[in-house]
Structure formats: structure tokens, C-alpha cells
């Protein structure tokens, strides 16, 4: 996988010019990396599937790749160093999802998503016994609001790490975060998380 | 108002710590609020930093052949075109197959330019009209045994135009078996269930491949 960019950009100006050898060698070169994403892509979502599966969705990448006149293909343009084998994965996670969304498997929203066990204590104000205080909904909706209230940034950390379920030191090489920066805007997040909800129930809890 | 979904390639760009300060809080603030984004941003990420979580399959030769015939036989029509007419002409033989012996062409969208038509003769038979550019074929699979087949591949009309025309039985890369037609038949005996692909051609000359499976299935299934 140590090609050169002028190797990819040259194989994909003769795939731009109609050169079918072309299309077939960019085909052969990604076909693996495509089927490997899809696969992984499908069991991360959890999905059953089987070959077929597989190579329906492999095939359709390719289509889209190379349909109109090679439209999407063209769209790659590697400016700030993007590999095209980065840029095609991408693509195909991206085409795996959306079909998958297409499908009915909804995109996991915060408010069903499970929260690591470890992580509970944190987003429960100490003394507050939200079961008994408000209904389970309530509180969903109330963390929904609180999540909209934090700064992009925070909402993203929070999302990556208790929604998707990444650790901190995942959330931090995807955010290019240190690991001690991570840290505080996961506590500076479940502070203001806390202090939003603790606020709209009128409850004071121990910050 | 939402921000317009980077491209694939600003994504990337993102993971891969690629941008600049502003363009990252700009990508940061987008996936902050869009689900799609950022799920296709996790998974990638888990992708490229854990490939041993899961054990993945290598792609199998065929689907990899499917796809560069899919691909280099798009000039020919248009790829909405194309697509349609493949899952319609899939939709259509997988209606018709028989509750036995089972024989489809490879995945639910034939990759081939070529396609057939199939009836069941019989819960052993099936035969399938195989239009090659020029020369109509017909194919016959007999299951002859647990897990074998003959693979008779028959020329109804036009004998004379396919003089020298050879046909050639392939699974994956592999040739099985190739011949001239003679006597307007050629059968390929006890072939094993599985992947295969029939090719004519002459002189150089490719008529075009027909890609199918051949498979048992049980009673009652699908």
C-alpha cells in the first residue's frame, strides 16, 4: 500500500479518459480495502448479514465510484495529503451507513444508547435519585437539552466517548486531544451536563 | 442552519489530522450535530486503529470479478440502467428457482452484460437461455449426484455462425474445462456445486461471460 500519489492520480486520469484496463486495475487494487470496510462496517452496526450481502454492497461502492462518468471519482482530489485508499474506505463505510439507515437500522441516537457502567456514577448527580425525582423520559429528554447546551466541541467528546462508546484515549487521538486535555473536557462536560439538568429540576446537587 | 455534510475526503482529512485549526472546529461543530457524520467517522476510526477486533473475510476472487465486470461494462449502458435491469433479471430467476437444485447467477445482481432467462424443468433440471452477443445459447444443469451436476451448454439456432467458437468453464480464475462446440452442444460432466462462469469466444474475439452458482437447497427453503 506504499503507492505514490502520482501512481493513483495517474491510474485515475486514464480511468477519467474511459481506459477500461484502468477501471479494472483500480478495481483489483481496492476491492479488498472496499470488502474489508464493508464487512467491518456491518459488524460494528451490529447487522446480520451473509455473503450476498457483502457483495452487494462491495459492488455497489464500485458503481458509485464510477457511475456518470466516473462523478464520484473525480471528487477526490488527495489536497492536504488524503491517500485514495483513505479517501475509497471512507466512502464505503459511508455508503455501508447510509444504506443501512436507508434500511431502517436507525442511526444510534443519544438517548438509547447504552452508557458504559463505569461511567453512570459520573452523569448521576451525587445524591440525586433521578428515578424517583422525574420519569425515565424526562430524564432522557432533559440530557438531550443538556447535550444541545454544551459547546460543539464538549457535545462531540461527550457523544464519542458516552454515545459511541470510545474510550478517552480513542476520543483523544480522533480530536487530537492530550490525553490530560481530554480528561478535562470530560469533566468540564458532565459538570455543565450535570449543572443544566440539576438547574431544570430545580435541584442543587453538590458540584 | 445545519452546515452542508463535509465531504468523504474532508473526513478523512480530519481523522488523519490533516486540517488546520479553524477547518477542525468546523468539522468538530458539524459532527457535534450530525449523527451520520459521525458515525461513519467511529467506525472508520475503529477500523483503521483495531483490525484485530474482528476477524475479517479476504473478498472472495469472485466478487472482485463481478465488480471489474460491472464496472468496464458500463459503456455500454447507463449505470441506473444497468443496476435495474441487473436486480430485475435476479428478481426474476431467483422466483423461478427450483426448490432442489438451485442455480443463480452470482449475487443478487448479475455482474455480466450477459443474461438468461430460466425455467425448471424438473426438480433436477434447470435450463437457462443465455443470450451471448450474437449467439443465443441454451444451458441445461442436470444435478447428476449429491453435490454434482452436468453442465450442457446448446446452441438452438445459428449453428453455422459459430464455427470455431470455443466455450470455456471457469471457476474464479481457474479454467475447468474449454471446447469447440461440436454438433451444436458441449457438456462439461459431474462438475461440483459451487461458483462458475461460462465464456465464449473465437478468434480473439470475446462474446461475453455468464457468471452463475450452482447449489442444493433444502426443501422448503429458499
Known amino acids: 500500500m506504499n503507492r505514490s500519489f502520482e501512481e493513483d492520480r495517474q491510474l485515475l486520469s486514464r480511468c477519467f479518459s474511459g481506459d477500461r484496463k484502468a477501471s479494472e486495475t483500480l ?88 452508557v458504559p457502567l463505569e461511567e453512570l456514577p459520573e452523569l448521576k448527580a451525587d445524591d440525586v435519585e433521578f428515578g424517583s425525582q422525574i420519569e425515565k423520559a424526562e430524564q432522557e429528554r432533559l440530557l438531550q437539552d443538556s447535550m444541545q447546551r454544551l459547546p460543539p466541541r464538549d457535545r462531540l467528546f461527550v457523544k464519542l466517548h458516552f454515545d459511541q462508546g470510545l474510550s478517552v484515549a480513542e476520543v483523544a487521538e480522533a480530536m487530537h486531544l492530550s490525553i490530560g486535555n481530554a480528561y478535562t473536557i470530560k469533566h468540564r462536560a458532565i459538570q455543565r451536563l450535570k449543572s443544566h439538568v440539576a438547574s431544570a429540576t430545580n435541584y442543587t446537587p453538590n458540584l | 442552519m445545519k452546515i452542508p455534510c463535509p465531504d468523504e475526503e474532508r473526513l478523512s482529512d480530519y481523522l488523519e489530522g490533516r486540517l488546520s485549526e479553524e477547518d477542525r472546529s468546523r468539522v468538530e461543530e458539524h459532527l457535534s450535530d450530525c449523527q451520520r457524520c459521525l458515525e461513519a467517522v467511529v467506525v472508520t476510526k475503529r477500523m483503521v486503529g483495531d483490525t484485530d477486533r474482528f476477524e475479517l473475510d479476504p473478498v472472495p476472487a ?34 423461478k428457482i427450483s426448490d432442489t437444485l438451485q442455480v443463480g447467477p452470482w449475487g443478487r ?61 471457469k471457476a474464479g480464475e481457474r479454467e475447468i474445462a474449454s471446447s469447440l462446440f461440436d454438433g451444436g452442444y458441449v457438456v462439461f460432466e459431474d462438475i461440483p456445486f459451487g461458483h462458475y462462469s461460462i465464456s465464449l469466444a473465437k478468434d480473439g474475439l470475446d462474446f461475453g461471460t455468464y ?11 429458499r
Not at chain 1, 465510484?65 to 489536497?79: H, P
Open chain 2, 62 to 95: 469472485e466478487v472482485t470479478e463481478s465488480a471489474v465486470q460491472l464496472v468496464t461494462s458500463q459503456g455500454t449502458m447507463s449505470c441506473g440502467t444497468l443496476m435495474e435491469k441487473l436486480k430485475r433479471s435476479v428478481k426474476n430467476t431467483v422466483s
Open chain 2, 211 to 221: 457468471l452463475f452458482e450452482i447449489k442444493e437447497t433444502l426443501h422448503g427453503g
Open chain 2, 109 to 169: 445482481w448479475q455482474p455480466a452484460p450477459v443474461r438468461g432467462s430460466k425455467k425448471v424443468a424438473s426438480d433436477d433440471l434447470v435450463c437457462l437461455r443465455v443470450p451471448f452477443k450474437g449467439i443465443d445459447t441454451e444451458i441445461e444443469i442436470e444435478k447428476t449426484g449429491s453435490n454434482k451436476a452436468h453442465i450442457r451448454v446448446k446452441l438452438p439456432e445459428a449453428i453455422k455462425r459459430t464455427e470455431g467458437v470455443r466455450v470455456t468453464l
Open chain 1, 27 to 114: 478495481v483489483r487494487r481496492f476491492s479488498g480495502l472496499v470488502y474489508r470496510s464493508v464487512q467491518y462496517t456491518l459488524m460494528a452496526k451490529n447487522v446480520s448479514f451473509d455473503i450476498q450481502d457483502l457483495e452487494d454492497l462491495h459492488n455497489t461502492v464500485f458503481l458509485k465510484l464510477f457511475e456518470q462518468g466516473c462523478k464520484k471519482l473525480r471528487q477526490y482530489q488527495g489536497k492536504n495529503g488524503c491517500s485514495l485508499a483513505s479517501w475509497i474506505r471512507m466512502i464505503a463505510v459511508r455508503t455501508v451507513l447510509d444504506h443501512l439507515r436507508k434500511k431502517g437500522v436507525d442511526a444510534m441516537v443519544w438517548q438509547k444508547k447504552r
